[in-house]
């Protein structure tokens, strides 16, 4: 019997086909690349409860649903259960004195910076910010509403997206793995196995660093509180936390609005300094303690690659750049690694 | 036509009839696996055609993992590119060939090509990885069955290192033995 896939016509129009669906994929990502990223990042965190899981015989899409609902209860209870002084609540409902307090204290630190350093001319923190603030507040403003809709859409569209990669994304990998022609199928399978365990230990890894960075920053705010005022402890530990998951810049962030967030209260400027000295010494044993331990396994990717790359991915895709960039580079690393092997050994032989 | 590359594999009809789990099951890896654990091990598996004298992996390739086959007739050979190969075994249906990839991403020893149209079974490091995750149980098994294999190759390259040793020794000895 005539192979009826062998004809040439049918060839053309299967390449046709899946030329057509690789470029809706392509437009499709492009949308959804936020709640994508988003999706993936929620199944690698989940991955070891679900595994866990998964070993009393509940299905992998049970298991999903069962630990987003605890992750839901979970933040759900410690929203409603936090001190109001917490939830910047007490700021929101002064923001006039707090600017005012803001713009005070920065002139301070205008002042002092000018009095120290005369040879690097007069800093005009108070001119520029006060230039800056009216077009990012009106900007801000117009953006909010379409922030507040995206923001909402990818709430709902991260764990639907999370829910079938899940449910069906290894069936999906396995379909992939069968189109790979004999020659390279291994290589191919030996490559994703290496992505997929490098991108899960780097994410694994950083969530774990987060946490760390944290609950470091929260003690040691706890002990400079003996003998400073230091007021949202367990916010700046927070910010400190979250924002550490941006390699290099991420602590430069949290210390940013930490601060930002000091000089709109009404504190001395002692506490600025003790704050100070926590995030040091928290970034201190970060990079000293906890990096090392928790990432040295994961991506092995040099210092410079890694700022190249943030530098890049910031970029093309702003902040979700930078928080892809060393993964999406990890990745290519594995690649262009195997290739490499391959085509050594292919001299070789 | 002889089809190849992706399109024999995007075309291929990928029949997982229930012969699957009655081929892996006898082979000492997967025999002590139970029936319900065959058919999770069946979901696991990849099925791959070869056509003749295309090869299944080469020598000092990285290699992932074992193939049993299914269908057809698959030559392990040394120094495949070289004008002197050496045959080291052919293999039939219902043999098996590459377990000590199994264990880890290691370079393959010898290269295996299909001497006729083959259809093999690939079961993989990072599936034996998930089955140890998921189901430990299961895992266990194969594991133990991994081990008695490699163990009973072992054995087997250690009594013709020693009848190699013997006719080196004391070749009147080995013969007087030999007769």
């Known amino acids: 019997m005539k192979n009826l896939f062998g004809d040439t016509t049918v060839r053309v129009i299967a390449f046709a086909a899946l030329l057509l669906a690789f470029l809706l994929v392509f437009v499709a990502i492009r949308i959804l690349l936020v709640p994508f990223v988003a999706a993936l990042f929620v199944v690698y965190l989940f991955d070891p409860a679900i595994t866990i899981l998964r070993r009393r015989g509940i299905d992998p899409s049970n298991a999903f649903l069962i630990v987003l609902c605890i992750t839901i209860l979970a933040i759900g209870g410690v929203l409603v259960l936090m001190p109001a002084s917490l939830r910047l609540e007490s700021i929101a409902e002064s923001k006039e004195a707090f600017i005012e307090r803001f713009v005070t204290q920065l002139d301070a630190v205008e002042r002092w910076a000018n009095s120290k350093f005369p040879m690097f001319g007069s800093f005009r923190l108070v001119a520029e910010v006060n230039d800056k603030a009216a077009a990012i507040a009106t900007r801000f403003f117009e953006d909010l509403p379409s922030w507040i809709t995206n923001f909402a859409v990818n709430l709902l569209l991260v764990p639907f997206i999370a829910y079938f990669v899940i449910r069906d994304g290894k069936t999906l990998k396995r379909r992939l793995i069968e189109l790979v022609p004999n020659r390279y199928f291994e290589m191919s399978l030996i490559m994703l196995n290496r992505i997929d365990g490098q991108i899960g230990g780097y994410l694994r890894g950083r969530l774990i660093e987060c946490i760390l960075v944290g609950a470091v920053q929260a003690v040691l705010m706890g002990i400079a509180s003996i003998f400073v005022p230091q007021p949202y402890i367990l916010l700046i530990a927070g910010i400190c936390g979250v924002t550490s998951i941006i390699p290099y810049l991420g602590p430069l962030l949290g210390t940013i609005l930490s601060s930002v967030l000091y000089l709109g209260s009404d504190l001395p400027m002692s506490s600025m300094y003790g704050l100070l000295g926590a995030v040091a010494a928290a970034h201190l044993i970060d990079n000293v303690l906890i990096a090392p331990a928790v990432l040295s396994q994961n991506v092995d990717l040099h210092p410079l690659t890694v700022a190249l790359v943030l530098i890049i991915g910031g970029e093309l895709l702003g902040a979700l750049g930078m928080l892809i960039a060393i993964p999406v580079a990890s990745s290519i690393k594995v690649v262009l690694q195997e290739f490499y092997a391959n085509y050594q050994m292919q001299v070789r032989t | ?179």
């Open chain 2, 1 to 179: 036509m002889k089809a190849d590359g992706i399109w024999a594999n995007i075309f291929r009809l990928v029949t997982r009839d229930e012969s699957l789990a009655d081929v892996l099951q006898n082979i000492p890896l997967f025999q002590a696996l139970t029936a319900k654990e065959l058919r999770i091990l069946e979901r696991l598996v990849h099925l791959r055609t070869y056509e003749t004298d295309q090869s299944v992996f080469l020598e000092t390739e990285p290699g992932a993992g074992i193939y049993v086959i299914r269908r057809g007739r698959i030559e392990i050979v040394l120094n495949h590119k070289t004008e002197h190969p050496l045959t080291l075994a052919e293999l039939g249906p219902g043999d098996f060939f590459g377990e000590m990839a199994l264990l880890g991403y290691t370079s393959r020893s010898a290269t295996a090509v299909a001497r006729e149209r083959s259809e093999l079974i690939g079961f993989f490091h990072p599936d034996l990885i998930e089955i140890l995750n998921v189901h430990p149980s299961m895992g266990a098994k194969i594991s133990l069955g991994l081990a008695k294999t490699l163990a009973e190759r072992l054995r087997f390259t250690n009594s013709q290192l020693r009848s190699i040793w013997e006719v080196q020794e004391s070749p009147e000895r080995a013969y007087a033995l030999r007769t």
